[in-house]
């Protein structure tokens, strides 16, 4: 693929006056650091290394070896556990809710699936602990199971292959590691809410350790009716016969009886008045209790090996097989009546199953050439899938007036457009990357060879379509640390995205490729109190297809630009004040298609504009205090851009208490109380089209008692 660059004049000057506005206050923050931490030490296995309560200070998700964020020359947003817990984050969509160039919850209220746009491009895969999980959007963790979530940002092909061209989210699970814990979590809220998590960790013996970490909940859904359960379970065990092997075993066992719902609502009586001059109320369910059901489970079995021979070269195995389970059937919002009142619906439904097996396998050897030290990694990963998709309509279905609905409606039969597909997929990669170290110098380059195929089975008519087809795609950076510690950098890097679809002729298309350059800056100081980063990039994707209406099929003509600027800053203070902020600018535009009224537009749903702030307070006495500013700004409702999505500021509370400063019986005990969305505004999170819209959560209080022992 040829590289083409173009000039990003706004957003580097854009860049250039955060980077002024980061020196000094760099500088004010070096003196201020007083307190000074432990050498940072990154294990390789997660990679965790020091966690300063908002602050991480590594990473492997990046290049896949434990590595710096500040001398990573590509832009990762960490999330770690303390501001998962202090948030209350429910879902990993809302954990990422204040970090930058992420859009979240375009469907607002809906929680069955982890739904995001990274850098205008959706949806965004994600890893469990370095291995694929999941399909697109598809399959959920629950964020009491993780350690951390991050968010990789921009092509992340030559690591992880096959891969959204915004990024990768990846996550980290709470695994044993030989500490002692001891924790138990009892939760109430709004909507019923009600939840049981705990977190058990031991030495069995001086080579075995244990960890079980497992949560239950329920609470009612926003619109009314409707419930959602959850049961999950991760045990894991840790053994090192000797000082040079680790192996660990993982296991995931989540049922979901009542796994979520996904709203869908059309623009009229959500961003502006029905015919009858009403908007419809957020709690309004346009399905049926009698009738709406949606089921999950989900398995998951892995193994982590890792082996040293001797000081600089490191062999690592991971693998795991995972099964997604799930059942679905809903009422969905067709169209409305003249009167704006009677809702058409529509029936659909039916089972979706994933099986998938990954593995991933890698030598790392550090050595040095003259002043260079290199940290060279070099593997082997493949992963398979089978999935199995069965889907139906049914358009007969009663209308429901939304000002006086009933409800009760059953024995709707789904065998109009019937789907019943089986599609595997196959994935061999091999990749190489050199991180070398020249003073402050940080240089990085990686290549990947890709062979894969998938094969698409069609039960209902015995057809069966299979794709094939090979990518190379790469990544160079570079970083330069001056004195003060301030890095900037640039890197280039490449992505692709198999094509399932064919040609009106029956051909393949070729795989849908992207590049990305990306130009940045970042701090930390020595202490590991403080982190700042600011990147702007340029992002095309080229190989989209593109309907044509004239031949009813795909072409691969399609192009999207993206272009933005991110910053953010995560501080602990001091004096009992932990902050972290961000920001981010969006420009995307539909470059080449067939439709004509799409081109030069900006693909709907996605904000210009988002922006967050979270500022935390623990007082001596034992209180804590937290505030939080979300921004989403406004959005086009389809991709034509002929009306507007409004803008929204959200403001979330926390508010905690160690009873511990009470009284020594009470010590390992701390309340909480959460609030989102604390003024309940009533929003539209986004709109895809006319037809396609999605109201924003609505204020959710929850109530928690943490206890560690």
Known sequence: MTATITPLRAPIRALMLSTTLLFPLAAAA???????????????????GQVNGYVATGSVSGTKTATPLRKTPQAINVVPATQIADQAATSVAQALRYSPGIFTEY?????????????????????????????????????????????????SSVLYGQANPGGIITMTT??????????????????????????????????????????????????????????SFAPSLRWRPTDATTVTVTALVQNEPDAGFRNFRIADGTIRPTASGGYIPVDFLVGDPAWDRSTRETRALGAEIEHRLGDDTTLRAKARATGIDSYFRTLTFESLDADGKTINRAASGGTDD???????????????????????????DHQRSRRDYKWGFDYSVPTIDWTNPVYGHTGFDLVERPSDTRTDSRQTGLYVQDQVEIGALNLSAGLRYDDFDVTIDNNLTGASTTFDDHAVTGRLGALYTFDNGVAPYLSYATSFEPVT????????????????????????????????????????????LSYNPVTASYDQIGRIDSRGLELEGRAELGNGWSLLGSASWLDAEVKETNTA??????????PGFTAALWAKYTSEAGYDLALGLRHIGDSWGDSANTFEVPSVTLVDLAVGYDFGKLSPAYEGLHGQINVQNLTNKVYTASCASQWACFIGSERMVTASLDYKF
Request: net charge negative; aromatic share 8%; charged share 25%.
């Open 30 to 48: 070096q003196e201020a650091a007083v307190t000074v931490l432990d050498p940072v030490v990154l294990d390789g296995s997660g990679g965790v």
């Open 107 to 155: 469907r607002g209220s809906s929680n069955l699936h982890d739904e995001t746009y990274v850098r205008g491009f959706g949806y965004v895969p994600r890893y469990v602990d370095g291995l694929i999980f999941g399909s697109g959007s598809f399959g959920q963790m629950d964020p009491w199971l993780l350690d951390r979530v991050e968010l990789v940002k921009g092509p």
């Open 597 to 606: 009224a799409d081109l030069g537009k900006m693909p709907s749903r996605l």
């Open 501 to 544: 679809q064919s040609s009106a002729t029956g051909t393949p298309f070729d795989p849908t490729e992207a590049e990305q350059v990306e130009l940045g800056v970042k701090w930390a100081s020595a202490d590991g109190r403080f982190f700042a980063q600011a990147a702007v990039f340029d992002l095309k994707q080229t190989g989209v």
């Open 354 to 380: 994933l099986k998938q097996a990954a593995l991933d396998l890698s030598v790392e050897h550090r050595f040095q050439t003259g002043a260079a030290e290199h940290t060279l990694l070099a593997g082997i």
């Open 174 to 231: 709470k695994k044993a590691d030989g500490e002692r814990v001891r924790e138990v979590k009892v939760t109430g809220g709004s909507h019923d809410r009600a939840g049981l998590a705990f977190d058990f960790g031991d030495k069995l013996s001086e080579t075995l350790d244990w960890r079980l970490v497992g949560t239950g909940w329920r609470v009612d859904t926003q619109e009314k009716g409707l419930e959602q359960q959850r049961f």
